[in-house]
């Protein structure tokens, strides 16, 4: 199976700064990247899909990158509902696998 | 809006059998490839089972729970299970429904907030 890993783990930042998260996969995905975002006792939430793709009422200060075995999850600007754990996830082979996460907490 | 929710959770044995349940609304739920994905207290995210659309006939699972969990569905009740049987202490996590993307397989696009199981004796 493809593992996926994140870095950092924990990411301390203070609201308005940019985040910079990376994923790497131990064999090409190709695009089939996903970004989910999840805060404790909510649902997790999809980000963006296919490396680039903002889903649905998902704000624009979130954009996605790469293709490959690297990709980039960025925010542009930490608003304070930002603050949580994001993790990313691969389709392209089967088991789907999702990295551990990083979490983004305040400075 | 579409909303997922769980329900069957709690402690049980090892060994033991237990049922999930997962009603959804908001949406045409025949319509959509449903999955359970699971979180190990203090861990990542683990896919564990998917059921196609419509019939539910095409299932498959996760090596760690093949032969112990079973999905299913029940499209007149808007309705997604996990049969969980012979349940062992790694099974111990909270498990989300999850509805897959139109046309995106393993794509997962709406979550249930989950329900927690707990293996212990």
């Known amino acids: 199976e493809i593992v996926l890993t994140q870095s950092p783990a924990t990411l301390s930042l203070s609201p308005g700064e940019r985040a910079t998260l990376s994923c790497r996969a131990s064999?090409?995905?190709?695009?089939?990247l996903a970004w989910y975002q999840h805060k404790p006792g909510q649902a997790p939430r999809l980000l963006i899909y296919?490396?680039?793709n903002r889903a649905t009422g998902i704000p624009a200060r979130f954009s996605g990158s790469g293709s490959g075995t690297d990709f980039t999850l960025t925010i542009s600007s930490l608003e304070p509902e930002d603050f949580a754990v994001y993790y990313c996830?691969?389709?392209?082979?089967?088991?789907?696998?999702f990295g551990p996460g990083t979490k983004v907490d305040v400075k | 809006e579409v909303q997922l929710v769980e329900s069957g959770g709690g402690l049980v044995q090892p060994g033991g059998s237990l049922r999930l349940s997962c009603e959804a609304s908001?949406?045409?739920?025949?319509?959509?490839?449903m999955h359970w994905v699971r979180q190990i207290p203090g861990k990542g995210l683990e896919w564990v089972a998917r059921?196609?659309?419509?019939?539910?006939?095409?299932?498959t699972y996760a090596d760690s729970v093949k032969g112990r969990f079973t999905i299913s569905r029940d499209n007149a009740k808007n309705t997604l299970f996990l049969q969980m049987n012979n349940v062992r202490a790694e099974d111990t996590a909270v498990y989300y429904c999850?509805?897959?993307?139109?046309?995106?397989?393993?794509?997962?696009?709406?979550w249930g907030q989950g329900t927690l199981v707990t293996v212990s004796s």
């Open positions: 996830q691969q389709r392209t082979n089967w088991p789907p696998t």
């Open positions: 999850v509805r897959e993307m139109t046309e995106r397989g393993h794509l997962f696009d709406n």
């Open positions: 059921i196609n659309r419509d019939d539910g006939y095409a299932k």
């Open positions: 064999q090409s995905v190709a695009f089939y």
């Open positions: 908001g949406f045409t739920f025949s319509s959509y490839w």
């Open positions: 296919d490396a680039s």
